[in-house]
């Protein structure tokens, strides 16, 4: 019986170690699969910087003739570029909205750039999630989602540009108060921020920096509406001005500069005879290659993003000087992209062409991203909200709409996106030659179809492997019908997904 009773217990004994033994191991897997990196570091700090109205191609590291951006480089060289980054709606408070909450303009409601403070304050914001998950969150410049600078939910440090800000001594909400900041506005964001990451932080932080530059200084009206009677200021910092004074400026093969060029026939033509008219052109001044999208106003645009470069400087410094960049996960991007006369367009940058469209992004974190990485599967502005979360190993809600681009830098990963939607609501009127230029647009690999919501004769299919400036409309092609109904199908799914208004 003794001789049992010892087996017994050594057979328990044996049970309770198997048990404990496969318990741990899979804890050990699962707290794996729940890291992100798939390494036992501590939740990363997260840094992302939002410049306004940057081209993909407005960098050194892609090929610009005579841009020098050595620190946004420095990003590429360090971390990962990623060559087919998009937005689902090329326009400043709608973009902004989605990157803040990774959802389409149909689900978080921010649809154009007017009067939508009120709304703003309703937004279901990442960084709230974030703080959920023991984050200190900061919100440090441009929010633009109307005029109204005071704090939104899920921050805990604020300071604000009220809409638009100015270039030179800007206002800053920040304390509770408006005040006016003697400099140049890149520079005093700069300083913010990395005052802000110098802080003896008890957790782990999220800094969102949203510059103000490129854009141009513009009086603003009282609804967030931009006042096109008044000439824009493209200011570059005092110690850059005349840096590219130079420059030769080199226009695209798509740039058109005669009106002899435009097809009137097509809804962006439309538009632009429109904006031609007598009553237009008394109001908003010169119809084609104006000074929105002057020599001048590229090389402005050039000398002004010399700060944000500098800037950008500043910030990794601080990060090596406090000895943390590998435990800072930092991405840099742009809320939409500009034209310069492609398709005769300037300002108009919520079409949904690719030199609006597309837009730079860079990141980098070292225990997950190889130097040098280059990235070519599409990546979305929504998809930047739920891989701060993966990486915070935060909740991500099932509103979202984004999926975390983690896996891409992970071997055998499940199948990635080979197409996107984007969309776009005129019901903003601060061009009325843009009226009814809605859209919803279908980008895969090798096509962009667009669908005008009120011109359906005149939709755009255009093949980008053999027309990348997208010159020739193969709408109306008869043998593209089967490629033309494989894309209405298609973007009938991915409406679908993305629970969008009505295509019809």
Request: charged residues 25%; contains cysteine.
């Amino acid at each position: 019986m003794e001789n049992q009773a010892s087996h017994l217990s050594g057979r328990k004994l044996l049970l309770i170690y198997m048990a404990l033994f496969l318990f741990y191991s899979c804890g050990r897997v699962e707290r794996h699969e729940n890291n992100p990196t798939g390494s036992n570091s501590s939740k990363p700090n997260i840094i992302m910087i939002v410049v306004d109205d940057l081209r993909w191609d407005e960098l050194s590291v892609m090929g610009h003739p005579f841009l020098q951006t050595p620190n946004i480089d420095r990003l590429a060289h360090e971390g990962a570029l990623f060559e087919n980054a998009y937005q689902v709606v090329p326009l400043c408070s709608p973009n902004r909205a989605s990157i803040l909450t990774g959802q389409y303009p149909s689900r978080h409601g921010i649809i154009d750039n007017v009067a939508r403070d009120q709304a703003s304050h309703k937004l279901s914001l990442f960084a709230g999630e974030l703080q959920k998950a023991g984050y200190e969150t900061a919100h440090i410049g441009k929010w633009h989602m109307g005029n109204d600078a005071s704090p939104r939910p899920g921050y805990d440090y604020w300071t604000c540009l009220p809409g638009q800000g100015r270039s030179i001594d800007p206002v800053l909400y920040e304390n509770g108060q408006l005040d006016t900041i003697q400099g140049y506005v890149t520079d005093i964001l700069t300083e913010k921020a990395v005052n802000f990451i110098q802080k003896n932080h008890e957790r782990p932080f999220f800094l969102y920096l949203g510059h103000k530059v490129i854009h141009p200084d513009l009086r603003q009206l009282d609804n967030g509406a931009i006042d096109l009677t008044s000439k824009p200021q493209f200011t570059p910092a005092p110690r850059h001005e005349g840096r590219y004074r130079d420059a030769t400026i080199v226009r695209s093969r798509n740039a058109i500069n005669s009106y002899s060029q435009i097809d009137s026939q097509s809804v962006v033509g439309q538009a632009l005879i429109e904006k031609n008219a007598p009553e237009i052109l008394s109001t908003f001044g010169n119809a084609l290659l104006d000074h929105f999208t002057s020599d001048e106003t590229i090389r402005d645009r050039s000398e002004m993003l010399l700060a944000i470069d500098e800037g950008l400087g500043a910030i990794l410094k601080t990060l090596a000087d406090r000895e943390i960049p590998n435990q800072t996960f930092i991405l840099f991007t742009s809320d939409n992209g500009y034209f310069y006369g492609e398709h005769g367009l300037s300002i108009e940058r919520r079409l949904p062409y690719e030199e609006s469209v597309r837009t730079p992004l860079l990141v980098r974190y070292p225990p997950l991203i190889k130097p040098a990485t280059r990235v070519n599967e599409f990546v979305l502005s929504i998809d930047y909200a739920p891989t701060a979360l993966k990486l915070a190993h935060a909740a991500v809600d099932p509103s979202i709409q984004g999926d975390s681009f983690i896996p891409l830098f992970k071997e055998n990963t499940k199948p990635w996106r080979t197409s996107f939607l984007m969309e776009y609501y005129s019901y903003e009127n601060p061009m009325p030659w843009l009226i009814d230029t809605d859209y919803k647009a279908l980008r895969t690999e090798k096509y962009k179809y667009i669908r005008w919501f009120k011109h359906e004769n005149k939709n755009e299919l255009y093949d980008l492997e053999t027309d990348p400036y997208e010159l020739n409309n193969l709408y109306h092609e008869k043998s593209m019908e089967e490629i033309i109904l494989e894309m209405e199908n298609l973007m009938a799914r991915e409406v679908a997904k993305s629970f969008g208004l009505s295509m019809h």
